[in-house]
């Protein structure tokens, strides 16, 4: 999870927007959040299957509930809480709905274990379509991690059906051992699974390092510090990860979907800055999209592209926000350059923790302290 929830609880170059020191986006007016649930137990993540009407809310102790009509229901669709070690950057961290859940009713969740270990795991509901099945469970991947924080822990379909996960480096700070340059293990990368075949799961064939001697073939990408959501939009073909920063720089990339075997950067580059040493090299790395130094925030939460109905002018924006200082901006991709980059006045969503999309594309907050809410148009705002 972002690092704050750790204190507090945690080639081809692309332009980079690096803001002066302490300026930051203009600020816009124009949204507010409309809540829409409460009373839930550190909410860390939203999503729905396909044509669901229903919202379903990952909580941190290992719980995911749903809100249907407005209402929260008092029974859990999973209960893992007894599977989970939560706490600081631990817990149940991610769900994602098979793209045919509608037919097989496959779900896969992303949790710490109670050793501390990231385990991804796929479910089944039951004949009851507001409870899982706990019964069905099959492990898809086990993965060790040698310290608490920088689970990672997103989970999600790409455009392609392949299962992508998010790794963070392992922990502790500046990456001791090395993980996200170490092509050897699955620590500070982004995996890319066929769950479809295989069991658990197959290696693409595309995988850029499948069959590669001293690599491991589920990689996807590296150089990852701890990638706290990532989101694809497929109308543009692309892929934004969110990735928490070390001393200095928070970090938002940008890259191609379908481009494996990139390089962010991590440890050798903290963002668009040389880490530990004056001297690096750029070449060969994908570069941060936005960067925002430490005078502004201190964690990047990563979020969504809006391609909801509500907000048509705001279709094809990226949301995110910073945990410690609870602002949210947005910002459009075009050509290869960040354009609208914005800050979002009036809006306080407390500890913003992640951003979720319901079925119909509308984007929503899951704030640490409890609540979820919708961003939606303010009166005379942006629609």
């Not at 992508?164 to 699974?193: C, E, F, H, I």
């Not at 920063?245 to 928070?250: I, L, M, R």
Request: charged fraction near 20%; aromatic fraction near 10%.
């Amino acid at each position: 999870m972002v690092r704050p929830l750790a204190r507090a609880m945690w080639m081809v170059a692309v332009a980079v927007l690096a803001p002066a020191a302490g300026a930051g986006p203009p600020r816009a007016p124009g949204l507010v959040l409309e809540k829409v649930a409460g009373g839930l137990d550190r909410p860390l993540f939203l999503t729905a299957p396909a044509g669901d009407p229903r919202l379903f809310v990952v909580e941190q102790g290992g719980r995911i509930r749903i809100v249907r009509g407005g209402r929260l229901l008092p029974a859990p669709f999973l209960d893992l809480s007894g599977k989970t070690r939560a706490g600081g950057e631990r817990g149940l961290l991610g769900l994602a709905f098979h793209p045919r859940y509608r037919e097989n009713g496959f779900f896969y969740v992303d949790y710490t274990d109670r050793d501390g270990n990231t385990r991804v795991e796929r479910y089944t509901v039951s004949r009851d379509s507001d409870r899982a099945d706990p019964a069905t469970v099959r492990l898809v991947i086990a993965i060790d991690q040698p310290f608490a924080n920088h689970n990672g822990g997103d989970v999600a379909f790409g455009p392609d059906g392949m299962l992508y996960v998010g790794m963070g480096d392992g922990g502790s700070a500046g990456d001791p051992y090395g993980n996200g340059q170490n092509k050897d293990t699955l620590l500070g990368k982004m995996l890319r699974l066929d769950v479809d075949h295989g069991a658990p799961y197959a290696i693409p064939r595309d995988n850029p390092f499948a069959g590669t001697t001293g690599a491991r073939g589920e990689i996807w990408a590296y150089g990852l510090r701890n990638p706290w959501r990532f989101c694809f939009d497929p109308p543009a073909g692309l892929l934004y990860i969110a990735d928490v920063g070390q001393n200095q720089w928070e970090e938002v990339d940008v890259a191609p979907a379908g481009r494996g075997g990139l390089d962010y950067g991590w440890n050798v580059m903290e963002g668009n800055h040389c880490f530990r040493s004056f001297t690096c090299r750029h070449e060969g790395r994908l570069l941060p999209a936005v960067e925002y130094g430490h005078d502004e925030g201190c964690s990047v939460t990563g979020g969504f592209v809006y391609r909801g109905s509500r907000m048509p002018a705001l279709v094809g924006h990226y949301f995110y926000a910073d945990f410690c200082q609870g602002w949210i901006r947005s910002f459009k991709y075009e050509g290869g350059a960040v354009i609208e980059h914005r800050e979002w006045q009036g809006l306080s969503p407390g500890q913003p923790a992640s951003f979720g999309l319901d079925a119909q594309g509308e984007l929503y907050l899951c704030d640490l302290g409890g609540s979820v809410y919708r961003l939606a148009p303010a009166p005379g705002g942006s629609r």
